[in-house]
């Protein structure tokens, strides 16, 4: 298989890369790896949005893939996800994209901003209608999640978007890599780990440490059974 792997940073996936056949350097975000007769190019285009769009677009619109797989940390808006835990992310989207409205958001549904080409989104959120058949990920639990640019750790902020959306983990990458793999109908999943709750910044109270090994277990775990 042709297996695109994403993830904003090395230090989120570096145990799994040492699992892997480094082949070559495709360009300064992009590297080539072989495991088990299976051809991985992995994709770190940096933290956020935009450079996850910027470098997702570039990547897919010169080779093509027979799945591609997020991994990555996140925070949890849920009591329930223990720090640690990693779960499949089923649908997400973009953290108040839209306008406000004295004290109320009005989003792009609310203001008629959202036209016929954009069928990936429902109601503003992008749900994951083509995940990889896997069975270990098929094990994982499915979450809600929330991408945007400023984690949040203001208990006043997190009230707030808890009452809009109700997510149950949060990203700053996860919507930019479900949009271009849904519209290019590439089979995807997002794994994220949970490292840290959602809450003041405190951080003594995160493992990230913990949160990479789990990750990248089981990123290994899904290429061997792929």
């Known amino acids: 298989m042709n297996i695109l792997i994403v993830s904003a940073t090395y230090l989120e996936i570096e145990p799994l890369l040492l699992q892997l056949n ?6 300064q975000k992009l590297k080539r790896y072989s495991y088990n007769n299976h051809n991985i190019d992995v994709l770190v285009p940096g933290v956020g949005m935009t450079c996850t769009a910027y470098w997702m677009g570039k990547t897919l619109s010169s080779k093509i893939y027979d799945t591609a797989i997020n991994l990555g940390l996140a ?3 849920d009591e329930n996800l223990t720090i640690g835990t990693t779960v499949h992310v089923t649908s997400d989207r973009i953290s108040k994209l839209g306008a406000e409205d004295g004290e109320s958001f009005l989003s792009l549904v609310d203001m008629n901003l959202i036209v016929a080409e954009d069928f990936i989104l429902n109601q ?3 749900i994951n209608t083509i995940p990889v058949k896997n069975s270990v990920i098929d094990a994982l639990e499915k979450t809600s999640a929330l991408t945007v640019n400023t984690a ?12 809009l ?3 149950q983990v949060e990203s700053m990458e996860g919507a930019a890599f479900f949009y271009a793999c849904l519209f290019e109908r590439i ?3 997002q794994i994220r780990t949970i490292s840290n709750k959602v809450e003041k910044r405190n951080r003594d109270s995160w493992n990230i440490p913990l949160a990479v090994k789990n990750l990248c277990d089981t990123g290994l775990q899904i290429l061997n059974t792929l």
Do not use: D
Not at 22 to 27: I, L, S
């Open 22 to 27: 480094f082949e070559q350097e495709v360009n």
């Open 75 to 77: 925070g949890s808006f």
């Open 124 to 126: 503003g959120e992008m």
């Open 152 to 163: 949040h750790g203001y208990e006043n902020s997190i009230q707030k978007i808890k009452t």
């Open 165 to 167: 959306f109700n997510p």
């Open 187 to 189: 089979t995807c999943s």
